[in-house]
């Protein structure tokens, strides 16, 4: 079996390891869940966490990527009848979708990363029932969230990630995560509290009596703890974690960040102001600060480079009071997030 079964007193959750099927969009015990929640005229409810239809396509001979020119992040598609249109889900600059690869001029174009749209034509197309997807760019209320869910002859519903709060007025019969790893190949300290929050919310917050938790990751203790439905375990492990690395609330975090249209003035102000607290933290003694350099998780965003200097120490406090008073860095273009919840 490719699935492992967690039992509650109401709830039935099933942990679905998907490097080991077949078709990466749905897994079998998904594909036979469809069916028969199908057949029976149940409400089905599957969270994906990409809108649009993919986030993105590749050139399958020489792996080229198509990027928005003024931001560092994938050009994603949306279709519009049948015409695919590219988006930056950042600046919102749209781009025309290539017939072949830009750099070597090859016809093997291959999507990648499923979104709403393309769930929406999957299932059309392999089970020929109809669905509607929600999302906050076409769903913007309650009122008319409310409008389509009363329709009688809609049984699937697609839904973003940012929108798995539960509606009071709908029975649902199964929940289906197609991707359950959402989050967690973030290089953030936050990152495993909030993709255990995005499953545990939902297990906790609805009647639903099945849910399908497809993963890539099935071992996580994130994923794991959430479908054992273990708040306290889960806390526990995830204390241990920051703890190792001196991450909340174990040891205070800043970040300071710089970001410039010119790349060379970007990494000329880091390294200066690098520098200077490597000389405070030696001339004041402070051992145990650590002080390091690292790009955020978009480089580049509205033709701005970004770079940031992370801080973590358990007297960190004290530090940033020299830095503010030997530096004056306020006054340097530099943002300075004393109390950040995240470091990308």
């Not at 409310?146 to 029975?171: A, F, G, R």
């Not at 806390?235 to 190792?244: A, L, M, P, S």
Request: proline content about 3%; some cysteine; charged content about 25%.
């Amino acid at each position: 079996m490719n699935y492992e079964l967690f039992k509650h007193k109401n709830k039935w959750i099933f942990l679905v390891d998907m490097r080991r099927e077949t078709d990466y969009i749905f897994s079998e015990i998904t594909k036979a869940s469809l069916k028969k929640q199908i057949k029976n005229n149940k409400k089905i409810w599957i969270i994906v966490n990409k809108k649009w239809f993919s986030n993105g396509i590749f050139c399958q001979k020489c792996g080229y990527v198509p990027k928005c020119n003024r931001c560092d992040v994938n050009i994603s598609y949306y279709k519009i009848n049948e015409n695919k249109i590219g988006l930056c889900n950042i600046c919102k600059t749209q781009y025309n979708f290539p017939l072949e690869c830009p750099h070597c001029h090859s016809a093997e174009i291959k999507e990648f990363w499923i979104g709403t749209q393309r769930i929406a034509e999957y299932i059309q197309t392999e089970y020929k029932v109809k669905t509607v997807i929600i999302d906050a760019d076409t769903t913007r209320s309650q009122k008319k969230i409310k409008e389509i869910l009363e329709q009688k002859d809609i049984q699937i519903y697609i839904w973003t990630s940012l929108l798995n709060t539960p509606i009071k007025w709908v029975e649902l019969d199964l929940i289906i995560f197609l991707n359950a790893d959402i989050g967690l190949n973030i290089p953030d300290y936050s990152a495993a509290k909030n993709n255990f929050h995005f499953l545990y919310d939902t297990f906790t917050s609805h009647t639903c009596k099945n849910y399908i938790v497809q993963t890539f990751n099935p071992e996580v203790y994130s994923i794991r703890n959430a479908c054992k439905m273990d708040k306290e375990l889960f806390t526990i492990e995830d204390n241990q974690f920051r703890k190792k690395n001196l991450y909340p609330p174990f040891s205070d975090v800043c970040v300071i960040s710089y970001k410039d249209e010119i790349e060379e003035k970007l990494f000329n102000k880091i390294d200066i102001m690098y520098k200077d607290l490597l000389y405070l933290k030696d001339k004041y003694q402070m051992n145990n600060l650590e002080i390091y350099t690292t790009p955020p998780l978009i480089y580049k965003m509205f033709n701005k480079y970004r770079y940031n200097i992370i801080l973590k120490w358990e007297s960190l406090r004290n530090f940033m009071d020299i830095v503010y008073t030997k530096l004056r860095i306020n006054q340097k273009r530099f943002k300075v997030d004393r109390n950040t919840e995240n470091i990308i």
